[in-house]
């Protein structure tokens, strides 16, 4: 009996496929996740991963023709949303799904707290809690508030909560739940991977398998038993972890061979500098150094949770930093007291990543969101010349090619290729001594991305200095002079000239991931 | 040929846009002046009077003012709950210290505006610096303030306000009309200018719309903040002044009557003039519009009750009306 339950996967997926308009997002994958083991699911941004979770969860169809078993119990497809839960599965994801204003045991016992019964017994819930600390030998306080436990103790709570779901089903089902924590850990630090990974052992040891998603290539090794790494959509192989090599995971999410670069590019010293950062020392960034020259496109990239995309707002005083200083145009600036007015006023930029609540606001026009910043420009005896700044507007928009060229529209009625543009020339028109861009070419349609980096090439070849920070790798390689590879927080790698290209800058992403490579 | 026709279509359908918008702007008064009309049909003689629109117009200034004050905030993004309290405590100032303390009409209004000032830095604190909801806040000391205005006047009215006042804002006439109509359009002509044709009216209206986005443009999201708090206070205490010269008399509990209508027109005036906007003149016209309504319903011997009903009405239809024109607006970008 208990033999014949070892056998039967714990997950088996059987041409699973998933089409979005004409794109195939999954090109029908096949995998199984043995009972009782911990199993990796790897992939670049776009390999398809998150598309398969989604599936599993119900919240994706996939396309017909594939099935999925959980335990031997075929899942009906298309699931319906929160079906999940029937059938001994249970998903932490990296947002942890916790409200950080209730307790601990609000959090925990949400399930049954929601059900619909007349009284919630209090204390027999937060005996069932301390159950399952016990089990678990994890204690919290359950009356602290979630929001003040560290992000390492939410994680846990979140594990254990969902390991808890498992056990409520598996009395139907005898005894064996699937738990799929989806990128938990990219944003804790080490010692708290270190203490997830023990719960996750924990899990594992009372008889439940769990599928772990992560981009971090040592995390997978340490913990899983076998990994399965998808590519564009496809499997592109299931690994032994203990058999496996880091260049052969490698290999596997880039799919081709490993070349290590026997020396280190030099980057291109004919060039002025133009801006320099010193000493930004923060809880999960640290670059000492970090020099800007004339007319370079600095690229900065790395894995989820390596803080490369936090330098910009630094730099910008859009987030408050408490150390670090700035050097543009002979002038030091202490990035403590660094302000966005201070940075707009010496010709710094910034192009925010959300565009809808940070960059421009969708129900003003074109031309209001155009010329915010330039207004001073355009007084005239009887205040704003109305007339002038039509004008202006009408003429911005033909030269960066909006379409529609009508700037009495709201800019919430572009596309999102058009919005940036509009965006971008905001910024541009001053010609700014410094340009940073935080993912821009999020939400542009491949038509247009061309066109905003034609515009992002001009502003370099007049002069002005560009850091680009992007999770595209094929973007930085089309746009990029040199490229910076984050780790943890650190910049670990650096590419220029001939070295950059997609492959290159996504294997060196993946092959960084270790602490102590500097 | 093509690019003709389609360049054709093009200037046709702009054509129809731009009629669709003037329709948009203008709808509301042409529903006033039809208002107008259906009561002079069946009020004839006595509604379409030049005496009943010229006390309209006097009547009614306080709360245009009061409408006025709101929008400032209203553009940056905060309510001023507190506008009809402070326009209760400047004319009860003017009160007390004129005719009850004899002390000269200039200063007595000098303090009443002061007044003003202190609460919209008082609210702006609390808004601003300690991040409170402005709702809360100005429910706070629309309460405190109410309070202090009793503990000054016994709850009891303040007659005998210098007569210089009242010349200044009700005997006074142009037209026919008193003046305290005219200070109403010298109002809202300042706030249309400083909004349309000056930087910082632009620079409000981005904080309104996207504090976030504001504030990465570089603008002291902060400070301009605190000031269309202070703006709206200062305004509320213009109000005062002008009601207490109206009145000849300071009376500690109408101001909070005003209140509701002047949201209600701050409101419904965003769906006139500049569809979608809070603006000065789409606010004006409300309260008028608003006020004619009400007036001809008075002479038709409606109860009393129906005016609440009315105000609250319009509110709650006037803040629906442009929540749909902004909701259209305010689709994502990309």
Excluded at chain 1, 72 to 101: C, E, N, T, W, Y
Aim: hydrophobic residues 45%; glycine residues 10%; contains cysteine.
């Amino acid at each position: 009996m208990m033999d014949e339950k070892a056998k039967v996967p714990a997950l088996k997926v059987s041409a699973i496929a998933k089409t979005f308009g004409g794109s195939k997002a999954l090109k029908g994958i096949d995998f199984s996740v043995l009972p009782g083991e911990v199993h990796g699911l790897l992939g670049q941004n776009g390999s398809g991963k998150s598309t398969f979770v989604k599936v599993l969860a119900g919240y994706h169809p996939p396309d017909p023709g594939g099935s999925i078993s959980v335990f031997g119990r075929p899942l009906p497809l298309p699931m319906k949303a929160g079906a999940f839960r029937d059938f001994q599965m249970a998903f932490v994801h990296q947002h942890l799904g916790l409200i950080p204003s209730l307790t601990v045991l609000e959090n925990m016992r949400v399930a049954s707290v929601v059900a619909r019964k007349a009284r919630i017994d209090w204390r027999a819930e937060s005996r069932a809690a301390q159950a399952t600390f016990d089990r678990f030998g994890i204690h919290f306080d359950v009356k602290a508030m979630t929001g003040t436990l560290s992000q390492t103790d939410q994680a846990l709570l979140a594990i254990m909560r969902a390991a808890e779901d498992l056990r409520r089903e598996d009395s139907r089902t005898g005894g064996q739940g699937l738990l799929i924590l989806d990128e938990p850990t990219p944003f804790l630090p080490k010692e708290g991977v270190d203490r997830l990974f023990d719960l996750v052992r924990q899990v594992v040891a009372h008889g439940d398998s769990v599928i772990f998603i992560s981009h971090d290539i040592d995390e997978v090794r340490e913990i899983t038993d076998r990994a399965t790494i998808l590519r564009d959509g496809a499997v592109s192989g299931t690994l032994v972890t203990k058999d496996a090599s880091h260049d052969n995971f490698v290999e596997g999410i880039i799919g081709r061979r490993v070349q290590r670069s026997v020396t280190k590019a030099q980057p291109d010293r004919t060039r002025k500098i133009k801006v320099s950062v010193r000493g930004i020392e923060e809880p999960g960034l640290s670059v000492p150094a970090l020099d800007v020259a004339e007319g370079e496109i600095l690229g900065m990239t790395g894995l989820l949770g390596s803080g490369y995309e936090k330098v910009p707002y630094l730099m910008f005083g859009a987030t408050p930093t408490t150390t670090g200083s700035l050097t543009m145009s002979g002038q030091t600036y202490d990035l403590r007291s660094m302000q966005p007015k201070i940075a707009v006023a010496q010709k710094m930029a910034l192009l925010p990543s959300d565009r809808p609540k940070a960059s421009g606001v969708a129900s003003l026009s074109i031309r209001e969101n155009m010329l915010l910043l330039d207004l001073e420009r355009f007084i005239g005896k009887f205040g704003l010349n109305r007339r002038a700044m039509r004008q202006r507007a009408t003429e911005i928009a033909e030269e960066y090619e909006v379409r529609p060229n009508d700037p009495s529209l709201d800019l919430g009625q572009l596309s999102g290729g058009n919005a940036q543009k509009v965006l971008l020339a905001k910024w541009l028109i001053r010609e700014p001594e410094l340009l940073m861009l935080d993912e821009p070419t999020q939400g542009v349609d491949v038509g247009t991305r061309q066109q905003v980096y034609g515009v992002i090439r001009d502003a370099a070849d007049r002069g002005s200095a560009v850091i680009c920070a992007s999770s595209d790798s094929e973007q930085l390689a089309d746009l990029c002079t040199r490229v910076l590879i984050f780790a943890r927080g650190r910049i670990v790698d650096e590419l220029t000239g001939d070295q950059i290209s997609k492959d290159n800058i996504a294997e060196a992403c993946y092959a960084n991931t270790t602490l102590d490579v500097a | 040929m093509q690019t003709q026709l389609s360049m054709s279509r093009d200037a046709a359908g702009r054509k129809a846009v731009n009629i669709k918008s003037l329709i948009e702007r203008f709808a509301l008064i042409v529903v006033w002046l039809l208002i107008i009309g259906i009561f002079g049909l069946v009020l004839p003689g006595i509604f379409l009077s030049w005496t009943n629109f010229s006390v309209l117009f006097a009547t009614q200034a306080p709360g245009a003012v009061l409408a006025l004050a709101l929008v400032i905030p209203l553009t940056a993004g905060d309510y001023d709950l507190s506008v009809g309290a402070m326009l209760t405590l400047s004319a009860v100032t003017v009160g007390v210290l004129n005719a009850v303390h004899g002390v000269p009409i200039v200063f007595a209004v000098m303090v009443a505006l002061c007044f003003g000032i202190i609460l919209g830095l008082i609210n702006a604190f609390f808004i601003v610096y300690v991040r409170i909801h402005s709702l809360v806040v100005t429910m706070g000391t629309t309460s405190i303030v109410t309070g202090l205005v009793q503990w000054m006047t016994n709850s009891s009215t303040i007659g005998g306000i210098s007569r210089d006042l009242i010349d200044l804002v009700a005997r006074g006439r142009l037209f026919g009309i008193s003046y305290a109509f005219y200070y109403v359009i010298v109002i809202a002509f300042v706030i249309w200018l400083v909004f349309e044709f000056t930087p910082m009216g632009r620079r409000i209206l981005f904080v309104g719309r996207g504090r976030e986005v504001a504030r990465l443009s570089g603008i002291d999201v902060g400070r301009v903040r605190v000031g269309c708090l202070v703006a709206s206070a200062f305004l509320s205490a213009i109000a005062g002044v002008i009601y207490a010269g109206l009145l000849g008399a300071a009376d500690p509990f109408s101001g909070l009557n005003f209140l509701l209508p002047a949201f209600a027109a701050a409101f419904l005036g965003a769906t006139a003039i500049q569809p979608g906007r809070f603006n000065p003149w789409g606010a004006v016209v409300s309260v008028y519009f608003l006020a004619t309504g009400i007036t001809g319903l008075t002479m038709l011997g409606i109860p009393l009750w129906v005016t609440s009903a009315f105000n609250g009405g319009a509110l709650i239809l006037a803040v629906t009306v442009s929540q749909f024109a902004r909701g259209r607006a305010e689709s994502e970008i990309g």
